[in-house]
């Protein structure tokens, strides 16, 4: 079981916590030997590695393992070992959230990297959660996957109108935002109404610069 929280009040050796969650005591005195469960208070350093991030990680480690057979321990293991010689640095531990918030960032990037390389589908989806959520989403903009489920052959959809007759070959397309979408979402986003259609997903769509407008062959 982990919770976390913020300290409200402490009296001596009596700490009053106000946590993200209720607490489920049944469960705790399930894991527990003695009628009273004992637990650690371990006070966080809020520039490491968010809970938001190391369970994007993981959940990512998942999604490498239930496509290639191979077990989360082992893709750990070996995901590590290749972003660590990529940066020349040793090995790191993720254990006890011991790594920043940019290096888990970068982490983070470059697992997707490997996943949109290798064609790995994703099933973990909850990227507005994370801190990195403009980092992450400019990845599936290069790679055209949509920003809701993650299909490949995304369309490259503007945020702001473009307008009906409008050339978009002469359009500055650096002024505006983008984000990709699949078929059925990008019908959905349609359907719906742009508004509601970003309230639903919490998605935020990418400005780009014109060497990427260029690199990505936007607009022909």
């Given amino acids: 079981m982990e919770y976390e929280g913020?300290?409200?009040?402490?009296?001596?050796?009596?700490v009053t916590f106000k946590l993200d969650r209720n607490f489920d005591i049944a469960e705790a005195k399930r894991l527990s030997i003695t009628e009273e469960p004992r637990s650690i208070i371990r006070v966080t350093d809020e520039r490491n590695i968010t809970k938001a991030?190391?369970?994007?990680?993981?959940?990512?480690f998942h999604d490498i393992e239930l496509y290639t057979?191979?077990?989360?321990?082992?893709?750990?293991?070996?995901?590590?070992?290749?972003?660590?010689?990529?940066?020349?640095?040793?090995?790191?531990s993720l254990e006890q959230?011991?790594?920043?918030?940019?290096?888990?960032?970068?982490?983070?990037?470059?697992i997707l990297e490997f996943c949109f390389d290798n064609e790995i589908p994703f099933k973990y989806q909850k990227?507005?959660?994370?801190?990195?959520?403009?980092?992450?989403?400019?990845?599936?903009?290069k790679h055209r996957s949509c920003f809701v489920c993650g299909k490949p052959h995304?369309?490259?959809?503007?945020?702001?109108?473009?307008?009906m007759g409008r050339n978009r070959k002469k359009i500055d397309h650096s002024k505006h935002r983008f984000m990709t979408l699949c078929r059925e979402h990008h019908n959905e986003q349609h359907n719906i109404?742009?508004?509601?259609?970003?309230?639903?997903?919490?998605?935020?769509p990418i400005k780009l610069?014109?060497?990427?407008?260029?690199?990505?062959?936007?607009?022909g």
């Fill in 127 to 141: 990227f507005h959660l994370s801190s990195d959520i403009t980092r992450i989403l400019f990845l599936y903009l």
């Fill in 97 to 110: 959230y011991s790594i920043s918030q940019v290096f888990a960032g970068e982490f983070i990037e470059y």
């Fill in 193 to 204: 109404g742009l508004p509601e259609f970003m309230k639903k997903y919490v998605l935020v």
């Fill in 209 to 219: 610069t014109p060497e990427q407008v260029k690199e990505f062959n936007i607009g």
């Fill in 6 to 14: 913020r300290i409200l009040r402490v009296v001596g050796n009596e």
């Fill in 53 to 60: 991030q190391n369970g994007m990680i993981y959940g990512l």
């Fill in 154 to 163: 995304a369309d490259m959809a503007h945020y702001e109108a473009v307008g």
């Fill in 69 to 92: 057979g191979y077990p989360q321990e082992w893709v750990k293991s070996v995901l590590k070992a290749m972003f660590s010689a990529e940066k020349g640095i040793e090995s790191f």
